[in-house]
C-alpha cells in the first residue's frame, strides 16, 4: 500500500535554512503537499506540487520533488520562532479519494 | 470557502463511557469527510472516510465507528471507551479544485480517557 515517510525531529538555528525531507512509495502520485500544524491546532495546507514538476518557490519556501527516487524536501530559508510547527507531507493520486499524510517532522528553533 | 467546526474543542471522558464527535462542514455540497486520530507526538492516522451520506469507509479495525447522517455532517462515536482511545480527532474534507485536491482540517477535540 501507500506510505509516506519523514523523520521525526529537526532543530535549526533561528536565521539558518531548515530543510525537511520526505520519501513515499506510490509510484503514480500526482500531488504532493506539506501541511503545517501550529501546537493544539489543525493542519493547514503550505503548499503543493505536481509530479510533473520538479521544483517550486514560494517566498522562503521551496519544494524539490525528485520522482525518479521518490523523494520530496521542504526548505524553509532563514527561518524564524514563528516557523516552529510540525510540517506533514502527503501524497494522492488524481482517483484517489484519500490523502495519505507523513509521520510529521517536529521543527524547533533554537536562537 | 469551507469552514469546518468541531465540537467539543475538549473533553474528558472515563473508561467505558460512550462517546459522540461532531464535526459540521460549511461553504461546500457533497464533500469528502474525514476523521484523523493524533496520538500525542505521532502523526495521523486515518480513522475513517465518508464519500457520500451514508457511505463510510473504515481503515483501521478499532473501538470506534463513524456516521454521516447529512451530506456536511461527520460523527465519530463510541459505545465503550478505552485508554487507548486518547488524542486529538481531526476532521477534515476535500475540496478539489481544477487542479489539485486540497484537505481542509477542522480545529480538533483533544479526548482524555481516564
Known amino acids: 500500500g501507500e506510505d509516506v515517510e519523514q523523520s521525526l525531529f529537526l532543530s535549526v538555528r533561528e536565521g539558518d535554512s531548515s530543510v525537511i525531507n520526505c520519501t513515499y512509495t506510490d509510484s503514480s502520485s500526482t500531488y504532493l503537499y506539506w501541511y503545517k500544524q501550529e501546537p493544539g491546532a489543525g493542519l493547514q495546507l503550505l503548499t503543493y506540487?505536481?509530479?510533473?514538476?520538479d521544483m517550486k518557490q514560494d517566498q522562503r519556501l521551496t519544494v524539490l520533488l525528485n520522482k525518479k527516487d521518490k523523494h520530496l524536501s521542504l526548505r524553509i530559508a532563514d527561518t524564524q520562532t514563528g516557523d516552529s510547527a510540525i510540517y506533514f507531507c502527503?501524497?494522492?493520486?488524481?482517483?484517489?479519494?484519500?490523502?495519505?499524510f507523513g509521520s510529521g517532522t517536529r521543527l524547533s528553533i533554537r536562537p | 470557502s469551507q469552514t469546518i467546526h468541531q465540537w467539543p474543542a475538549t473533553l474528558v471522558q472515563p473508561v467505558g463511557s460512550p462517546l459522540s464527535l461532531e464535526c459540521t462542514v460549511e461553504?461546500?455540497?457533497?464533500?469528502?469527510l474525514y476523521w484523523y486520530r493524533q496520538a500525542a507526538g505521532r502523526g495521523l492516522q486515518l480513522l475513517f472516510y465518508s464519500v457520500g451520506i451514508g457511505q463510510i469507509s473504515s481503515e483501521v479495525p478499532q473501538n470506534l465507528s463513524a456516521s454521516r447522517p447529512q451530506d456536511r455532517q461527520f460523527i465519530l462515536s463510541s459505545k465503550k471507551l478505552l485508554l487507548s482511545d486518547s488524542g486529538f480527532y481531526l476532521c477534515?474534507?476535500?475540496?478539489?479544485?481544477?487542479?489539485?485536491?486540497?484537505?481542509?482540517f477542522g480545529p480538533g477535540t483533544r479526548l482524555t480517557v481516564l
Open positions: 506540487i505536481f509530479s510533473n514538476m
Open positions: 477534515a474534507c476535500t475540496r478539489r479544485t481544477s487542479t489539485y485536491n486540497e484537505q481542509f
Open positions: 502527503a501524497e494522492t493520486n488524481s482517483s484517489a479519494s484519500k490523502i495519505i
Open positions: 461553504g461546500t455540497s457533497n464533500p469528502n
